[in-house]
């Protein structure tokens, strides 16, 4: 073979693979600006929604939804879908939200905007297998699954009680130990953060867990850090939660205030407020229990009358009885 051959064909090698090189260069320059551009939309449409711009959402992130990267696939059909959810076009949200849960079905918050718009645009056998999934995966915050759908319309069918009552999670309530998730009063504040673990915050004083922005369950200390009060929020824990109170063999969360009397006796005291509360008080040993019960939110669970109360609040907090004056 001649050498100019030889030669000509190392030449051309170089040409080709500087060619490859520069137009590798190139898409690998396009695809990070891009990503760049893409991230910069979603961050423009996020701050679109928070100024509930959603038409404005859904004009910009279009011309996003021809990129291949299945990432980048999942955040626009979810951003896309929550506009229209916004905007009430409940049938082109759940379209975009069928694509999000295919493309990423791990992903909870998609998965609860699914079951609203299946609830809403009428395919409740949908949005009942996906809540139930959601239940059964142990969420403990419901709050999401039950007012993205309308908490009114949601909790007002019977189906949807069916699955959190079949599915529920019973918490004992020790009234005589004073304890709740085998934490009792009288512990440090150290013993309660390691049993808790990351379930639960720091709000100054106490540690408190909500679902969504209601408190459910507080557990407050006194100066020297020693556990001294123990508070549930039973008609919260009722509605956005999986959880459900037993308060000894005789008592749970739909209990009334003659049911309580009937279960723990008569009360040390009673007492009412003007927002229709019952606040009922018993004194144990080195404790006081005080059980609050008013009408539960409008839709009452089946079974229960939306005028009557029911228990709303159980408080715990650790007591000292007053020393007994000396016989004389």
């Known amino acids: 073979m001649p050498v100019g051959s030889i030669h000509g064909r190392k030449c051309y090698r170089r040409k080709v693979i500087r060619t490859v090189a520069f137009i590798l260069a190139c898409l690998t320059g396009f695809g990070v600006v891009a ?81 609203a718009t299946s609830y809403l645009t009428g395919d409740r056998e949908q949005a009942y297998v996906i809540f139930r999934e959601i239940v059964a995966g142990g969420a403990t915050d419901l709050y999401l699954a039950v007012t993205l759908p309308g908490e009114r319309i949601f909790l007002a069918d019977p189906v949807v009680w069916k699955i959190l009552d079949e599915l529920a999670t019973p918490v ?97 005291s009673t007492s009412t407020s003007g927002d229709e509360i019952v606040i009922m008080v018993w004194l144990r040993q080195r404790l006081r229990l005080t059980l609050e019960f008013a009408p539960p939110p409008a839709p009452a669970p089946p079974g229960l009358a939306a005028d009557k109360p029911i228990l709303r609040v159980v408080k715990m907090e650790a007591f000292e009885p007053p020393a007994e004056d000396p016989q004389p």
Do not use: C, W
Request: net charge negative.
């Open 35 to 115: 990503a760049r551009d893409l991230e910069s939309a979603l961050d423009q449409a996020r701050q679109l929604g928070q100024e509930h711009r959603y038409s404005d959402v859904i004009e910009l992130l279009t011309h996003f939804q021809d990129l291949e990267d299945p990432e980048a696939q999942y955040v626009l059909a979810a951003e896309i879908g929550r506009a229209h959810y916004h905007l009430g076009d409940y049938q082109t949200a759940n379209s975009y939200f069928r694509r999000a849960v295919i493309l990423r079905p791990q992903r909870v918050e998609t998965a609860l905007y699914l079951q």
């Open 172 to 268: 004992e309530v020790d009234v005589d130990r004073g304890s709740v998730f085998d934490i009792e009063l009288g512990q440090t504040r150290a013993d309660v953060e390691r049993r808790l673990g990351a379930e639960i915050a720091s709000t100054g004083d106490a540690l408190t867990a909500r679902a969504g922005p209601n408190l459910t369950l507080a557990y407050g200390f006194d100066a020297s850090g020693t556990l001294s009060q123990i508070m549930l929020h039973n008609q919260h824990l009722l509605r956005y939660t999986p959880y459900r109170l037993h308060i000894g063999p005789d008592l749970d969360s739909r209990a009334t205030p003659a049911m309580a009397t009937a279960a723990l006796g008569a009360p040390k």
